[in-house]
């Protein structure tokens, strides 16, 4: 009786212990490791001032909750064909926008067209990531220009389908990260342009939507405007791509928690998602001009008038303001994921923990059960030694 009690009393004593072991972890993994007991604090919900319902809402059947709704795709803003755009009358000529990477290497492009003996490349005044090259020889009397951005985009003025083909064709030894011709084609923009009949007016952007030139002056930093205004709405389409793709990635992962079903994304997947969101919303608002006027225009209030015309057309600033919208609803998505994956590894490892406990319990047990056992044997024995 004694043996028990001293072993009840060492199996305290462990498991006493073994608890203040289990509550240090918990302190550690969670101080290192927070795990989100409350996702509230991650968004903020602003209750609607709804009045009295109407028929039409109290009408709506069980087919109309949320989890039959489906989620609708964006509408492709239509944009002009190159077959509209041959019809075209006397005196009206086509500029075209291709994105087709994300950076083009300018020295090396001038170099290029240098020993092509095409065309003629120059430069813009104060804007060295800019290549202007004028095509060498005329076909007909209206001058082909080309306008090279180091972002990655080419701007085409009065150049032929042929002729556009094999510039495309040329820049592909230029460009870093180059995108698919699928997405090239289907993001590129064809604008058409003119000339005016007043020698007084300006060069704008007329309510038909073309760019109509001044005449008797240096078009050449109104050609760049256009061709500015232009490359900035097709790199966005390029941008608006990306985003759409990665919306219909993740959109298994919504229907998922929606249904409640097992989440089918890893943390390393989970946080390559995260980390091409970001990607994404740098180029955005950082490595672009998009939110902001270029510095370019500063000083020439005429030009920024006209590439705010532009950029109106394009709807760049409601284009961008929906992206951003979108980023942060496919950011807090991501952050949802990564905070549940994290606290099921967290409750992984410290079921693990407890498991190793109870092990290593159990066998301090069986040690000194077999450790009092074998002493009381001997006692035993001691004893039946005397009284025989």
């Known amino acids: 009786m004694f043996a028990f009690k001293q072993i009840t009393c060492i199996f305290l004593n462990s498991t006493r212990n073994h608890v203040e072991l289990f509550d240090i972890y918990r302190k550690f993994s969670t101080k290192q490791f927070p795990?989100?007991?409350?996702?509230?604090q991650y968004t903020k919900f602003v209750k609607p001032n709804i009045t009295k319902p109407t028929a039409a809402l109290r009408?709506?059947?069980t087919h109309d909750t949320i989890s039959s709704i489906q989620i609708k795709k964006r509408p492709v803003r239509k944009k002009k064909t190159m077959e509209e755009e041959e019809e075209r009358l006397p005196g009206i000529y086509n500029v075209v926008a291709y994105s087709t990477a994300e950076e083009y290497n300018l020295n090396s492009l001038i170099k290029g067209l240098n020993e092509q003996d095409l065309y003629e490349p120059k430069t813009i005044e104060n804007n060295p990531e800019v290549v202007h090259a004028v095509a060498k020889y005329r076909v007909g009397k209206e001058p082909r220009d080309i306008f090279f951005f180091k972002e990655g985009s080419v701007v085409l003025w009065n150049i032929t389908d042929l002729e556009s083909s094999n510039i495309l064709n040329f820049l592909r030894q230029y460009e870093e990260d180059s995108y698919s011709k699928r997405l090239v084609q289907n993001e590129s923009e064809i604008m058409k342009y003119k000339y005016h009949t007043d020698e007084?007016?300006?060069?704008?952007?007329?309510k038909d939507g073309?760019?109509?030139?001044?005449?008797n002056k240096d078009l050449t930093l109104d050609k760049y405007t256009f061709s500015n205004a232009m490359m900035m709405s097709v790199k966005l389409g390029i941008w608006e791509s990306s985003l759409e793709k990665y919306i219909d990635e993740i959109e298994s992962v919504t229907d998922d928690l929606k249904r409640g079903n097992k989440i089918r994304m890893t943390r390393q997947e989970v946080l390559r998602k995260h980390g091409e969101l970001f990607a994404l919303r740098h180029y955005l608002n950082l490595s672009s001009d998009i939110l902001d006027t270029p510095d370019f225009y500063w000083e020439k209030e005429e030009l920024e008038v006209l590439y705010g015309q532009v950029c109106a057309y394009f709807c760049i600033g409601k284009r961008t303001k929906v992206m951003n919208e979108k980023i942060n609803h496919c950011v807090?998505?991501?952050?949802?994921?990564?905070?549940?994956?994290?606290?099921k590894h967290h409750i992984r490892l410290e079921w693990m923990i407890i498991v190793l406990i109870m092990v290593e319990v159990f066998f301090e047990l069986l040690?000194?059960?077999d450790k009092y056992a074998s002493s009381d044997v001997l006692d035993d024995k001691h004893k039946l030694k005397q009284f025989s």
């Open 35 to 40: 795990i989100v007991a409350n996702i509230k």
């Open 59 to 61: 009408k709506l059947s």
């Open 200 to 206: 007084t007016k300006n060069s704008h952007l007329d």
């Open 210 to 215: 073309n760019f109509v030139l001044a005449i």
């Open 332 to 343: 807090a998505l991501i952050e949802l994921l990564s905070d549940h994956l994290s606290d």
């Open 367 to 369: 040690h000194y059960i």
